[in-house]
C-alpha cells in the first residue's frame, strides 16, 4: 500500500506529520509518500531513523494555511501539498491521501481541483468517527454542507453505511437522522423530507435520534446537515474539555480532593484516551475518488500515525468503489 | 407577587411540582397559584406544612401529557392546566406562569391559544440559560422553531439581550450567532444573512463563535435557530452524562481509583451542582404576552423552586415590556 502524507498540514507542521509518517512506516511496512517542500521535508527527516522503511519525498512548492479562504486558496496554489498529493492517488501512483491541514481547503482542493467526488454523488461529507464508550459511531456530514437537501442527506446515508460496514467491519449498521425529537413528526423540514426518502430504503434506517441517543451508541451511523453535525461535534469536543477542566479545578481546590485526584488520575487519563478524537484519527471525506483522511489540525504524531492507519483499512475496505456501487444500486 | 403553578407538569407530578411551590411560598412569601385538578393537588398539599403561606388552588380538569401532540392536545384540552394558567396572567390575574410539562404543549398553548405573541413578535423562542464555569449564557432558540429565518434571529437576539439585561443583570450583553466557525462568511445562509442583520443593529453583537467558545462564555447571548440550538443544548446535557457515567466506572475498575474517587467526591458534587440545569430553574418562553417559564421535565421540587424564582427574576426585571418596547425600536 503507498499512503501520501501531507507534511504541511497539521498546526505543527512539519514535526508532528513527519514524525507521524515515520511511526507509520515502521509500523505496518507501507510506503509512506511525504508530500511537501522538500528541503524543509527532509531536513525534518534526518532528525528520524529511517534505515530500511520506505519513506519517499516528493516535492510540493506552496502550503495551503490554515488561515487561508479555502476556495481562494484552492484556486490560487495549484502546487500545493494538497493538489501534489491529491493528484498522485488521482493518477494512480498511491492508494490515498492524508493531511491535518485546512478543512475547507481539503474539501475545495479534492472536490474542485484533483479527485473530483465520484460519478452520481452530489455532495462530499466530512465524516466524524467518534470514539464513545460504547464503540465507534459514525456521524456525517460534520462541516463540509452548511446547507443541504433532503436527497444528500441520502446519499450520507448510503456512504455512512458502507463506511461503518467495509471500514470499521460493523454488520448491518443502523441508521439514524440527528434531530431534536426520537418522533417522525419531530425534526427541521429538512429531516422531515429525509426521513421520508430513507424509511422507504433498503437501509437498516431506524429513525430520528436526539444527541443522549447517539452518545449511547443507538445507532452506528447518524446523519445530518453540515452545520448541525459541526455544531454536535464541537459541543461534545468543548463540554468534554470544559468538564475536565471544571473538575480538576474543584479537584485542586482542596488538600483532600486533591490527594483523590491524584489516586484517580488513571482512571481519569484512560477516559481521556478512551475519548479522544485523535485516537482515531481524522476525519474522512466520504464521495470524493479516492481515499481521502482529514486529521485533526492539532495533531502530534501519535494522531497521524492513526489517520494513516484509517486510510489503509479505508483502502482495505475499497470504500471507494463499494459507494460508487452502492449509490448506482440506490438510485 | 402572584406566580402561577402548573402541578401536573413533571414526569413525578404532582409531587416534585407542589413540592416546589410550598418551598417558593415559604421562601419569598409570594403568592403561588397552583392550577391542576383540584383533588389531586389537594391531596398531595395536605402532606406539607403550609401554614402561613400564600398559596391558592385553581382547578383545571385535563392535563397535556408528555406524549401528547403538542398542537392537537392544546387545540382539545380547552381546560388543561397549561390554559387555565396562562388565562390567569393574560387576564392580569397572575404576573408569571411555571411549568414542567410538554414544551410543544407550551408554546402552542401560549403562542396560538392564551397569552400570544407580543405584537410584532415573528416567533417566540424557548430560551436556554447555561450555569457555565465562566457564568450563565443565554442561547436561543433551543427548541420552538426548528426552521428560522433571518429575521427571526435577528428578533432572538434583540429578546436574548434584553433577557440577560433585565433579568441576570449583565451589563451591554455581548451578541454572537453559533456557527460553524468564526469568521464573518462562515456559517449557512440563514446565519450569513442573520449576520448582516445584525451586523447593521445597535445590538452589541461580536460575529460568529464555535462551541468550544460559547462554553467558556465569549458571549452573553448566542442567537441560533431552534434545531441547531436543540443540538447544541442536547449534546452539552449528553456530553457531561456520558463523560460523568465514563469517570465513575474507570473510577470504580480499581482499588486506588476507588478510594481516589472517594475523596475526591466532594469536588465532583460541586461541578455537578453548579452545571447543572436544574440549578438555574427552567427555560424562559421569550417573545410571549407575559412571562412563562417551562421547567426540565426531570424537575424535583427544588428545580421547580428554581424556575419559580426565575420567574420573579423575569418580572421585576419586566421582561415582557421591555422586549415590547426594544422590538418596537429595532424595526
Known amino acids: 500500500m503507498r499512503i501520501v502524507l501531507d507534511a504541511m498540514g497539521s498546526d505543527n507542521h512539519p514535526a508532528a506529520d513527519v514524525a507521524g509518517a515515520v511511526m507509520a512506516a515502521r509500523e505496518w511496512g507501507d510506503e509512506i509518500i511525504i508530500v511537501g517542500q522538500e528541503d524543509v521535508v527532509r531536513r525534518e527527516l534526518a532528525g528520524h531513523d529511517t534505515a530500511g522503511l520506505k519513506l519517499e519525498v516528493v516535492h510540493a512548492s506552496e502550503v495551503i494555511e490554515m488561515d487561508d479562504k479555502p476556495a481562494q486558496a484552492a ?7 494538497m493538489h501534489v498529493g491529491m493528484n498522485l492517488v488521482r493518477d494512480g501512483k498511491a492508494d490515498a491521501y492524508v493531511t491535518a491541514g485546512n478543512t475547507g481547503g481539503v474539501l475545495a482542493v479534492a472536490t474542485l481541483h484533483t479527485l473530483r467526488r465520484i460519478p452520481g454523488v452530489k455532495r462530499a461529507a466530512v465524516t466524524g468517527i467518534f470514539p464513545l464508550p460504547a464503540g ?7 462541516g463540509a454542507n452548511a446547507d443541504c437537501k433532503p436527497e444528500y442527506l441520502f446519499q450520507f ?32 423540514l429538512l429531516v422531515k423530507e429525509a426521513y421520508g426518502l430513507l424509511e422507504g430504503s433498503d437501509l437498516n434506517f431506524i429513525g430520528n435520534l436526539e444527541p443522549k441517543e447517539v452518545v449511547v451508541r443507538q445507532a452506528d451511523v447518524v446523519v445530518t446537515d453540515g452545520f448541525s453535525g459541526n455544531v454536535f461535534m464541537k459541543t461534545l469536543e468543548a463540554t468534554a474539555k470544559m468538564l475536565t477542566v471544571a473538575i480538576r479545578d474543584e479537584i485542586k481546590a482542596g488538600v483532600v ?23 482515531v484519527g481524522g476525519l474522512p471525506l466520504l464521495g470524493v475518488n479516492g481515499v481521502v483522511i482529514k486529521a485533526h489540525g492539532r495533531s502530534d504524531a501519535q494522531a497521524i500515525k492513526n489517520a494513516i492507519r484509517q486510510a489503509r483499512e479505508a483502502v482495505r475496505g475499497e470504500i471507494v468503489e463499494a459507494i460508487r456501487q452502492g449509490l448506482a444500486r440506490e438510485e
Open 75 to 81: 484556486r490560487a496554489k495549484k502546487d500545493s501539498s
Open 136 to 142: 465507534k459511531v459514525v456521524v456525517l456530514d460534520v
Open 157 to 188: 446515508a448510503v456512504m455512512g453505511t458502507i463506511y461503518a460496514r467495509d471500514a470499521l467491519g460493523c454488520e448491518n449498521p443502523r441508521v439514524a437522522l440527528l434531530s431534536n425529537g426520537e418522533e417522525p413528526y419531530k425534526g427541521s
Open 257 to 279: 480532593t486533591s490527594l483523590g485526584g491524584l489516586l484517580a488520575k488513571p482512571a481519569f487519563a484512560r477516559v481521556g484516551k478512551r475519548l479522544d478524537p485523535k485516537e
